[in-house]
C-alpha cells in the first residue's frame, strides 16, 4: 500500500532543496514555487508561479495547481501555451513525483517567450536592411519608364523647353534695342508705332513711313521722266 503523506513529504523536501530561494510554504500540502527564464530579458523581465497543493492521492493523481503571473505580463497566447504544456507534463509523470517535471515545462516556455521575442526582432532587423539596400541599389539602376511617366515626364520638359526660348527672346530683345536705329525698332517691333499713338492729341495725322519712301521714290521718277522729256524736245527743234 502507497503511503502518499510519505512521498509528498520526500518531494518537499527535496523541492525546498533545488529551489531554496523560489520554494515558499504555505501548509503542510501547499505550496509555491517562482518560476523564471534561464535568461532573464532585462528589458521585459518575466516570472510565473507554480501553485500546488498536494490531493490525498498524490502521486497517483494530479495536484490541484494553479499558474499565476508575478513579473511582467505574458501574452494570452503564450499563457494558453504553458498551461496546456504542464498539464501534458503532469498527465505523463502519473504515479512518480512531477512538481519538478512541471516547473521545468513552464521555465522551457518562458524561454521560448524570449527566443521568439529575439527571432522577430532579428526579422525585423534583417527587413530593414533589406529594404535599405533595395533602396540603395535603386539610386544605380533608376526608375523604371512607363508610358503614363514618360509622357508626364515629356509634358514637363516642353513646358520647361517654351519658357526657357522665351526667356531667350526678351533677352536678345533687349539686347538689340541698344544695338538698332529708331527705324530698324519699328521694323522689328510694329508694337512701338501702336504704342506712341497714346500721346497723340485730337486732330493729330498718323504719318505711315513707308509712304515716305514712297514718295520720294516717285518724286524720283517724275524728274527722270521730265528730263528725257527735254532730251527729246532739244532733238526735234534741232531736226
Known amino acids: 500500500m502507497t503511503d502518499y503523506a510519505e512521498e509528498q513529504a520526500n518531494e518537499l523536501e527535496a523541492l525546498q532543496?533545488?529551489?531554496?530561494?523560489?520554494?515558499e510554504a504555505i501548509s503542510e500540502k501547499e505550496f509555491t514555487i517562482a518560476v523564471y527564464p534561464d535568461e532573464q530579458?532585462?528589458?521585459?523581465?518575466?516570472?510565473?508561479?507554480?501553485?500546488?497543493t498536494y490531493t490525498p492521492n498524490y502521486?497517483?493523481?494530479?495536484?490541484?495547481?494553479?499558474i499565476e503571473t508575478i513579473e511582467g505580463t505574458i501574452p494570452q497566447t503564450?499563457?494558453?501555451?504553458?498551461?496546456?504544456?504542464?498539464?501534458?507534463a503532469a498527465e505523463?509523470?502519473?504515479?512518480?513525483a512531477m512538481i519538478f517535471t512541471m516547473v521545468m515545462a513552464m521555465k522551457e516556455e518562458l524561454d521560448n517567450i524570449k527566443l521568439d521575442a529575439q527571432r522577430?526582432?532579428?526579422?525585423?532587423?534583417?527587413?530593414?536592411?533589406?529594404?535599405?539596400?533595395?533602396?540603395?541599389?535603386?539610386?544605380?539602376t533608376g526608375t523604371k519608364v512607363t508610358?503614363?511617366?514618360?509622357?508626364?515626364?515629356?509634358?514637363?520638359?516642353?513646358?520647361?523647353?517654351?519658357?526657357?526660348?522665351a526667356i531667350l527672346k526678351a533677352q536678345r530683345v533687349k539686347e538689340l534695342k541698344g544695338k538698332l536705329t529708331g527705324r530698324q525698332l519699328f521694323e522689328q517691333d510694329k508694337t512701338l508705332a501702336l504704342s506712341d499713338a497714346k500721346y497723340m492729341e485730337e486732330g493729330d495725322v498718323s504719318v505711315d513711313a513707308s509712304q515716305f519712301d514712297k514718295e520720294e521714290r516717285g518724286g524720283a521718277l517724275d524728274d527722270e521722266e521730265d528730263d528725257e522729256?527735254?532730251?527729246?524736245?532739244q532733238l526735234k527743234n534741232e531736226d
Open 17 to 23: 532543496s533545488i529551489y531554496p530561494d523560489e520554494f
Open 41 to 52: 530579458d532585462e528589458d521585459h523581465p518575466r516570472g510565473l508561479s507554480l501553485h500546488v
Open 59 to 66: 502521486p497517483d493523481e494530479l495536484p490541484e495547481y494553479e
Open 78 to 88: 503564450y499563457y494558453t501555451k504553458i498551461k496546456h504544456s504542464v498539464k501534458n
Open 92 to 96: 505523463e509523470s502519473v504515479g512518480m
Open 120 to 140: 522577430a526582432e532579428e526579422e525585423e532587423l534583417n527587413e530593414r536592411k533589406r529594404k535599405e539596400e533595395e533602396a540603395e541599389q535603386a539610386k544605380f
Open 147 to 165: 508610358v503614363e511617366s514618360f509622357m508626364e515626364w515629356k509634358k514637363k520638359f516642353d513646358a520647361e523647353m517654351l519658357e526657357k526660348d
Open 229 to 233: 522729256n527735254a532730251v527729246w524736245k
